[in-house]
């Protein structure tokens, strides 16, 4: 299954050598996230629900339910699963970061979260992708799986499942759906011709194609093929399809997006070919070995063969039983119609419920160019990530493209961003302030945060930031969540500028002791920060949290009902100021008698040891 194609695609060498780099290779340490229980959802997320955030009125249920050993609904979020014709590329990385935001915010929330990514590796492309380089279909998979995991890694992705379409239990579950829907009599074989875009891996309609019978995606001409194949009929599921998508207008999202998949659907729907007789490279049809599954019938259903515990037989009643329907499918615009069209049908035919909600983001440039190998301005995602750090790479893709839109980047306006945002605003509020409270208090908290507040309008300021940030992370509004959680950081700022404890602590007596509840209340406001951006930026936030003398098992253990005011108590002790976001540093080095100019990035910090991923 692709993903979001961005056409930044390296060849197989250029991902070896990558990865063999020592520079790509950081410490990592295993942190197991704790998954939690909650109340059973509604089937799809209504428009009440992003009217009143419910992040802090869920615990008691939660406990309940799990004390009772009531069986509650998780939520399980999906990433595509990406095509491994090629290494990974920022396209599939942005996808992947949005997904473990949100999972991050779910489990914040107390809820069981799957988080499901992984790859696609069967079909035409990826037997000639490995021809290429010389080396088998499965040693090829092997390689280019492997760099999504590492990239993963560097990304700090806390996935749950990694499910590989070549993994033997995938193909028993592919196998029995098939079978299920045959038994439905929505397979039957005929001949097809037509015009077969290699790269889709997918018959198009000549309608659709550009001159010279071009792919609109790859603008490669299509080629004519004829076969003899098994089809699905989709057409017989249109009317279902019409009726639910009217009834359940959330399940495509955003708006605009359900707009284009009613116009296909009203446009006709046509029967697919779901086998290829010229692929080896796939999973044999059951009723005729010499054909093979086609690719997208195959991927799709490893967000369910991915359900199965490692142990468990590849059952299929099993797989769903133990998380079906997916809460949210994450997608690129690009798949859209597979996941919101076919898909759906495909689940109609076997019986099966549908997933709660498809959501397709947008594609992202680069200096507002749209990115390609041939221009010469992808971005290679591990060379992002060694070069600026996990932190910032996820919160300027998330916090600067509006999600569901298009997004550019422009490294000038990373690193402007960046040192902004996570540098000043929020690292030096922090810095400057344990300062203070190392140089007239000790390091410890005077009072509770609870007292040190009473009768500040500051408080109610952080607690409608914080109801505001939480609206817009179930909204899956992440550029707008990470502006409200900046806001608490820029009110900070404005307080402290306002207060001028400094001065006050110079005054002694009763100013002094003013002062001291002033840092405490700018701490409060911090340690608040830590956890309500932590689904963006956790490795930041876990040394804020460590700064405010909290453990890391504290950390890893937090509920989004500890954003309420009142955390930090007196006499707690601090640790030593320590800048936990250090500034990206531009230097311009002059060539050749001034004629050229090279910009040179450096991090000042030490290497980070980051999160490793939980694995299935």
């Not at 996570?422 to 410890?444: D, E, F, H, M, P």
Request: charged letters at 25%; a neutral charge; proline letters at 4%.
């Amino acid at each position: 299954m692709a993903a979001a194609r961005i056409n930044m695609n390296c060849s197989i060498q250029s991902s070896l050598s990558c990865l063999l780099k020592p520079s790509y290779f950081f410490n990592f340490k295993t942190t197991q996230f704790k998954n939690r229980l909650y109340f059973p959802q509604n089937h799809f997320i209504s428009s009440k629900r992003s009217l009143l955030c419910t992040c802090s009125s869920n615990n008691n249920n939660n406990n309940s339910n799990f004390q009772t050993g009531e069986k509650v609904e998780p939520f399980v979020i999906t990433t595509p699963l990406y095509y491994v014709n090629a290494p990974p590329h920022m396209g599939s990385a942005y996808t992947t970061i949005a997904a473990d935001a949100i999972a991050r915010f779910q489990r914040l929330l107390g809820k069981r979260v799957i988080f499901i990514t992984g790859t696609d590796e069967h079909g035409e492309k990826i037997a000639t992708a490995a021809s290429a380089c010389g080396s088998s279909p499965s040693e090829h998979c092997d390689v280019i799986s492997q760099a999504y995991k590492m990239l993963w890694k560097h990304l700090d992705i806390a996935y749950d499942k990694f499910i590989r379409t070549t993994d033997p239990k995938h193909e028993a579950i592919v196998k029995e759906f098939y079978s299920r829907v045959f038994a439905n009599d929505d397979i039957y074989r005929a001949d097809y011709e037509g015009l077969y875009c290699v790269n889709c891996e997918e018959y198009k309609d000549e309608k659709e194609l550009l001159e010279n019978k071009c792919c609109p995606m790859h603008l490669k001409p299509c080629v004519p093929r004829k076969e003899d194949n098994f089809f699905f009929a989709l057409s017989k599921y249109q009317k279902s399809l019409e009726e639910t998508l009217a009834q359940n207008p959330n399940f495509v999202q955003p708006s605009y997006r359900l707009n284009e998949v009613q116009s296909w659907i009203k446009s006709g729907l046509r029967d697919f070919s779901i086998s290829r007789a010229a692929v080896d490279w796939g999973i044999p049809v059951p009723n005729d070995n010499k054909q093979t599954i086609y690719v997208w019938f195959d991927a799709l259903l490893g967000y369910i063969s991915a359900l199965l515990e490692v142990k468990e037989q590849p059952d299929l009643q099993s797989a769903v039983s133990s998380g079906w329907p997916a809460s949210l499918h994450l997608i690129g615009k690009d798949i859209l119609r597979f996941h919101a069209v076919y898909w759906p049908a495909m689940l109609m035919s076997a019986g099966l419920s549908l997933p709660k909600m498809v959501f397709g983001h947008g594609f992202l440039t680069k200096d507002g160019m749209k990115m390609g190998k041939s221009l010469g301005n992808t971005i290679e995602p591990n060379e992002l990530v060694h070069k600026f750090g996990s932190d910032a790479v996820r919160y300027f893709f998330l916090r600067e493209v509006e999600f569901g839109n298009d997004g550019n980047y422009s490294e000038d306006r990373f690193i402007n961003i960046v040192n902004a945002h996570l540098a000043n605003t929020i690292g030096n509020l922090l810095n400057r302030t344990l300062g203070l409270l190392k140089k007239n208090c000790q390091s410890t908290l005077v009072v509770d945060s609870t007292i040190a507040a009473e009768g500040e309008d500051f408080k109610d300021t952080v607690e409608k930031l914080v109801e505001k940030a939480c609206i817009h992370y179930e909204k899956l509004s992440l550029s707008s969540a990470c502006e409200a959680v900046l806001e608490i950081s820029n009110a900070g700022n404005s307080y402290m500028d306002k207060r001028e404890p400094w001065s006050l602590f110079k005054q002694g007596g009763a100013a002094s002791e003013a002062a001291a509840k002033d840092l405490v209340i700018i701490l409060e406001a911090m340690r608040i920060i830590a956890i309500a951006l932590s689904p963006v930026t956790p490795n930041l936030c876990r040394r804020i949290y460590a700064q405010l003398g909290y453990s890391e098992d504290q950390f890893n253990n937090l509920n989004w009902s500890e954003t309420k005011w009142g955390g930090l108590k007196g006499g707690q002790v601090m640790a030593q100021p320590k800048p936990v976001f250090a500034r990206i540093e531009q230097m311009t080095e002059t060539e050749n008698g001034g004629e050229a100019a090279k910009k040179v990035v450096k991090r000042k910090e030490k290497k980070r040891q980051v999160q490793g991923v939980v694995e299935a």
